[in-house]
């Protein structure tokens, strides 16, 4: 058994993608080392939707890629999340919403389509506050992801990213990707809650491509 330290859920990002880029260990057997995490950890609530079957090829095409030669780039085959307002081509949107619950995207983001030309393994999306309204994570309509940090008490996750930082927290995926709105500091909430490490682009480079709409609202945002 691997020591804490050397276990694939506690190494970071970079770390996996040595393991992979220096044929240690495939794409395919770090997916399907995720994806059962994810299922042993569904009482966290991290998770709106998980391809695995979708995972578990895009990890054979990041296989394949790489034993031709053609890495496509530093993180090539490392499995990462998306949050749920982030579009994929015929895939579930909800947004955090009961009432996107039946929407399917037409499109896939541009922030989706760079991570799949980047050779990462999208598994799945994380759950959100409803359109992402709300900086402590919590979703009372669709669930609030369990801060792993405390078992015995359903303590906030921080927010709207709430599902990608349990995830990451939990060891469910070494990386996650949460939209960022122009006029919050939502990801730090949510960084400082999972105790996790974030980075940050520029508003106008992480705003590119598609999301789901938000409703106008009047009023400050519930906490």
């Known amino acids: 058994m691997l020591e804490r330290s050397e276990a ?51 990890a054979d095409a990041a296989d394949s890629a790489l034993e031709a030669g053609h890495p496509l780039s530093a993180l090539h085959g490392v499995p990462v999340a998306i949050k749920d307002n982030i579009e994929i081509a015929h895939t579930p949107a909800s947004a955090g919403s009961l009432s996107r619950l039946s929407t399917v995207s037409a499109v896939t983001s541009t922030v989706a389509q760079r991570l799949q030309a980047a050779g990462m393994v999208i598994l799945g999306k994380t759950q959100m506050t409803e359109f992402a309204f709300g900086l ?51 990801p730090r909430i949510a960084q400082s809650s999972g105790r996790l490490q974030t980075v940050q682009r520029g508003h106008q480079r992480a705003r590119c491509g598609s999301a789901c709409a938000q409703p106008r609202r009047a009023g400050p945002d519930r906490p």
Do not use: K
Not at 15 to 38: E, G
């Open 8 to 58: 694939l859920c506690f190494q970071s990002a970079l770390q996996i993608a040595h393991l992979i880029a220096t044929r240690q260990i495939t794409s395919r057997a770090v997916t399907h080392y995720f994806l059962d995490r994810i299922a042993r950890g569904s009482e966290l609530n991290a998770f709106t939707a998980v391809f695995a079957e979708q995972a578990l090829a895009a």
């Open 136 to 186: 402590s994570g919590q979703n009372p309509t669709r669930g609030t992801p369990w801060n792993p940090w405390d078992t015995t008490l359903h303590r906030a996750p921080g927010g709207s990213s709430s599902g990608a930082a349990v995830a990451v927290a939990a060891g469910l995926v070494p990386v996650a990707v949460g939209a960022i709105p122009a006029d919050r500091s939502e």
